[in-house]
């Protein structure tokens, strides 16, 4: 069993570091859009503003829901990274487990 579990916990564990990545763009993409430096008017940025928005709101959203209001700043990004980290850890420490007693 240890032989399939290591490398389906490698993909997890990548699929979480894209995610990682794509709800910093996001966060960024949200500053940049929010400062003007980004036009919303333009259908391309629309395009990938709205695949950042349904790739990252489900996750958020639970969290924002938790979270008492900082007066427009939005922590939530951070929280869902830190848990992202949490589980890849886990992860990390499962498939060791799983090599050392497989």
Request: aromatic letters at 12%; glycine letters at 6%.
């Amino acid at each position: 069993m240890g032989n399939f579990l290591v490398p389906v916990i490698e993909v997890i564990i990548a699929l979480i570091n894209i995610y990682w990545w794509v709800v910093i763009v996001a966060a960024v993409f949200s500053w940049l859009t929010g400062f003007g430096i980004i036009d919303t008017r333009n259908h391309a940025v629309r395009t990938v503003a709205g695949f950042l928005y349904r790739a990252t709101e489900p996750a958020l959203r639970p969290i924002q829901r938790i979270l008492p209001s900082f007066g427009g700043i939005d922590i939530s990004p951070v929280i869902l990274l830190l848990i992202l980290w949490f589980i890849e850890m886990e992860l990390r420490q499962l498939a060791v487990y799983t090599l050392m007693h497989g």
